[in-house]
């Protein structure tokens, strides 16, 4: 790797850090700017603040190694080539995208290039929609670096496909790179970098313009979102078909080509950061710009109610849910990370609280994230085993490992009456038979 490469990275969250520390594990020198102390601290002393499978090593190495440091001082920025911008683009209340971090992030990073000599080329990592690079970011860089892009500055869109719980991974082995840009330069400059980073295996680079590539990270996850929405519809109708179940026609459909078999799982509705909230931002857009799209509005409405599928599923089981004590495993919004954002999990709960069911709750690293929306209105258990303890009912919410270990004794053993819904379809419903077993996607079996 070219050993004079250095990058700034702006906003350490999930994507930031992810990014930065793979970069520096491959000899980048990286810094990373975020205005949270705490957060910069942290990662100086190279622990992660956030669980992510393989980010603890290697930040602790790249630290070590002194490829990473981090910093709350964007003037930093100016002393690297390239400047990826990775803050949050939240929702705001109305779905719409909120620019309040970019356009701050942007406004510090252009007043701390104004001294700067030399080119530098600015990356937006962040999802933003379509017309941000160049509407928003350009002419709040330009303002305050008092330079223009095409002179002393580049400007990209490059947005980032990282998914939680494999973010090193997909970091290191992209399938493609997109690169949005209005002049060469910049994507020529960006491009040679990743060529240099990914010198053992470039992926397929897309060349287009920023609005291009802004579009293709949320057509990305609105056909994921889309794709999960279809298969939970089918599950819904499968389950009220005897002799169906929803894998089977998965499995099945997933072997034409045409539609592939990853992202059938049928299940509780998707959650995470950026599903619901992309979806969101791209309707808005959408509807901003004379188009109403339909589709991804009944992709989010077949999502919401997929909670309430849940719910009534164990209230079949239990006849009322009122004062029933019902065990839920997993609070993650999918398995290796402690995100609860957007989980399945929270709409779950609040429904059954809400028709009277005590709930307790159990996840291998989630607990503290959960703390912190649910506080008291459920209760912690400490393992697996003690959640079920005396209760009415388990709701599988998380597809984590150990909650596939539990055996159908053991739900017998420790619940007062072993009644499960199997929200993420991780048992054999074979083995379950004997017991009061329901599952997302499941029909009633033929008699
Ligand atoms: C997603 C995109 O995959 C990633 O490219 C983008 O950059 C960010 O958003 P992530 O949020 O980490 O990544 O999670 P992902 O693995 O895509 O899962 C999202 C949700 O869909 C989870 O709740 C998951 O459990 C659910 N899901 C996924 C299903 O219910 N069924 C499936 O078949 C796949």
Known sequence: MNKL???????????????????????????????????????????????????????????????????????????????????????????????????????DLGSALRKKSGYHLVVVKSTVVPGTTSNVVQPTLENHAETKVGRSLGLCANPEFLKEGTAIKDALHPDK????????????????????????????????????????????????????????????????????????VARAIGLDPRIGQLFLKAGAGYGGSCFHKDIQALIDYSNKNGYDPVLFRATEETNEKQATRVVDMAERLLGSLSDKKVAVLGLAFKKDTDDIREAASLRVISQLRKKGARVVAYDPVAIPNAKKILSDQIVYADNPRSTLKGTDCAVIMTEWDQFRKLKPQDFRAYMKTPNIVDARRIYDPEDFRELNYAAIGLGPVNS
């Open 177 to 248: 790179i997109v690169i949005g840009s209005n002049d060469k330069k910049s994507a020529n400059q960006l491009t040679s970098f990743y060529r240099k980073f990914y010198a053992y295996k470039l992926p397929p680079v897309i060349l287009t313009s920023p609005e291009a590539a802004e579009l293709v990270k949320y057509a990305s996850n609105a056909f994921l979102a889309t794709k999960i929405s279809f298969i939970n519809t089918i599950a819904n109708i499968a389950q009220r078909t005897p002799g169906v179940d929803v894998g089977t």
């Open 5 to 107: 490469a250095a990058v700034s990275i702006v906003g350490m969250g999930y994507v930031g850090l992810c990014t930065a520390a793979s970069f520096a594990s491959r000899g980048i020198r990286t810094i990373g700017i975020d205005i949270d102390h705490e957060k910069v601290e942290q990662i100086r002393k190279g622990r992660a603040p956030l669980h992510e499978p393989q980010l603890d090593n290697i930040l602790r190495k790249a630290v070590k190694d002194r490829l990473l440091d981090a910093t709350t001082d964007m003037s930093s920025a100016a002393d690297t080539n390239t400047t990826f911008l990775t803050v949050g683009t939240p929702s705001r209340p109305d779905g719409s995208i909120d620019l309040t971090f970019l356009k701050q992030a942007t406004t």
